[in-house]
C-alpha cells in the first residue's frame, strides 16, 4: 500500500489509467461502428428505422457490450502503459532505482480492482436496464412490421392424449408467472385434435408440476362460462426452461440477481444460468486485476533484451486463452457438470497465478 501512494506508484497507476482510457475509446468507436452496422442490417432489413433510431438502438446496448469487452480493454491498457514505460527507458530508470518488477504488479492490479467494483457496482446495472429497454425498443421495432404488437407470448404442452395452447398478454420479471393467460384444450379424438375447453385466467403461476390459475372463466363448447377462484392445471413444462426462455441474465443487474437466484431457489428451481452470472460479478474484480496483472507482467521484458513484441504476443494469447476456458467453464456449469462457483472463479485465479509466474521468472529466473 506504501508504494501505491508512492510518487512512482501514483505515476504508474496514472499511467496504466491513461492507457485504459485510450483503449476503452478506441473499443467503444468499434463497438458503436459494427453494432450500428449490425442494427441496420438486422432491424433496418426488416423494418424501416432510421439511423438516429438504430444508433439509440446501439447505445442502449453499448453499456452491456463494454461490460464484456472491459477485461480486453484492461489488458490492452495495461500493456500499452508498461510497453510506453519500456521505450522511454523509464522502466530501465524504475529498475535501476531498486523498483522490484512484483512492485509494477500493484498499481496495475490495484486499477483492474477499482475499475471492477465501478463496473460490477455501476456499470452493470445500468448495462441490465438499458440492454431491457433494448430488447423492448426492438420487439416493438419489430412488432409494429408484423402487426403484432399485443400477440403477447404462447406456450404449448401436450402428451399423447391432447395438447394445451397457452397464451398470455405478459409475463412477469420472475418468468414463471403469467398475466391475462388464456388456455385452450384440445383432445385427440379418432386421430385428429379436437377443441375440448377455454380457460381465461388473470393468472396463471407455473409450480412444479401444475399450473396455480386464479380468478378465471372456464368455457366449453355449447356450455355457461363457469367462474372459480383458483383451479390446479397438471402440466410437463420445466420451470427452469420457462425462467430461461423469458428472463435473459443480462437484463438482471448484480442488486437483483441474489432476490431473484433466492426466489427461484425457495420454488424449488435450479437457477444456474443466473447462479454463473452473479458469481461471475463477484469474481469481476478479480479478473481485471488479473487481466492488468498479465498486460503489465509480459510486457516487463526489456527493449534492449528483444523479443517484446513476442512477449506481448504472448499475453494477448494468454487473456483470449482465459476468454475461452471461462467459456467452456461456464459451459460445464450450465449442465451442471462443475459448480458455478468453480466455474466463474477458476479463469481469474488461473490468470492471476499465469501472472505472478511471468513475474517470478522475469525477477527471479
Known amino acids: ?15 496504466v489509467t491513461s492507457g485504459v482510457l485510450i483503449a476503452l475509446i478506441a473499443v467503444l468507436a468499434c463497438i458503436l461502428l459494427i453494432d450500428l452496422v449490425e442494427q441496420m442490417r438486422t432491424v433496418g432489413s426488416r ?17 452491456m457490450l463494454v ?15 508498461v510497453i510506453g514505460l519500456n521505450r522511454a527507458s523509464e522502466l530501465v530508470a524504475m529498475r535501476a532505482a531498486g523498483v522490484s518488477a512484483w512492485r509494477f504488479l500493484t498499481p496495475s492490479a490495484f486499477v483492474g480492482i477499482v475499475l471492477g467494483v465501478i463496473a460490477v457496482t455501476t ?7 438499458l440492454y431491457q429497454e433494448f430488447e423492448t425498443e426492438k420487439q416493438d421495432a419489430l412488432a409494429e412490421l408484423s402487426g403484432a404488437g399485443a400477440n403477447g407470448v404462447w406456450i404449448r404442452q401436450g402428451d399423447e392424449e391432447g395438447q394445451v395452447v397457452i397464451h398470455a398478454d405478459g409475463v412477469d420479471p420472475s418468468g414463471t408467472r403469467l398475466q391475462g393467460a388464456t388456455f385452450m384444450f384440445f383432445e385427440v379424438q379418432q386421430d385428429a385434435l379436437r377443441f375440448t375447453r377455454r ?5 396463471a403461476e407455473l409450480k412444479p408440476g401444475f399450473w396455480q390459475l386464479t380468478d378465471l372463466t372456464e368455457a366449453t363448447p355449447g356450455g355457461r362460462p363457469v367462474r372459480q377462484t383458483h383451479l390446479a392445471i397438471p402440466t410437463t413444462l420445466d420451470a427452469t426452461e420457462l425462467i430461461n426462455r423469458f428472463v435473459n441474465p443480462a437484463t438482471l443487474s448484480f442488486w437483483v ?14 437457477p444456474t444460468r443466473y447462479e454463473l452470472k ?8 478479480l479478473l481485471l486485476a488479473t487481466m492488468a496483472g498479465l498486460g503489465a507482467a509480459f510486457s516487463l521484458q526489456l527493449q534492449r533484451l528483444g523479443n517484446l513484441a513476442q512477449w506481448g504476443a504472448a499475453g494477448v494469447g494468454i487473456g483470449l486463452f482465459l476468454f475461452f476456458y471461462s467459456q467452456l ?14 466455474a466463474a472463479w477458476s479463469a481469474p485465479l488461473a490468470g492471476m497465478f499465469i501472472a505472478l509466474a511471468m513475474v517470478a521468472f522475469i525477477e527471479d529466473g
Open 123 to 129: 456499470l452493470n446495472p445500468l448495462g441490465a436496464y
Open 1 to 15: 500500500m506504501s508504494f501505491l501512494l508512492s510518487r512512482i506508484g501514483r505515476y504508474i497507476i496514472a499511467r
Open 199 to 203: 380457460i381465461h385466467a388473470a393468472t
Open 278 to 285: 452473479w458469481q461471475s460479478l463477484l469474481a469481476y474484480p
Open 257 to 270: 440477481l441474489p432476490g431473484f437466484i433466492r426466489e427461484a431457489r425457495e420454488a424449488g428451481f435450479a
Open 47 to 63: 423494418t424501416d428505422i432510421s439511423l438516429l433510431e438504430a444508433l439509440r438502438l446501439t447505445l442502449l446496448k453499448t453499456p
Open 67 to 81: 461490460e464484456q469487452t472491459l477485461p480486453f480493454i484492461v489488458l490492452a491498457g495495461s500493456m500499452m502503459a
Open 329 to 342: 467453464a461456464g459451459a460445464f456449469a450450465m449442465t451442471q457438470s462443475v459448480p458455478a462457483a468453480v
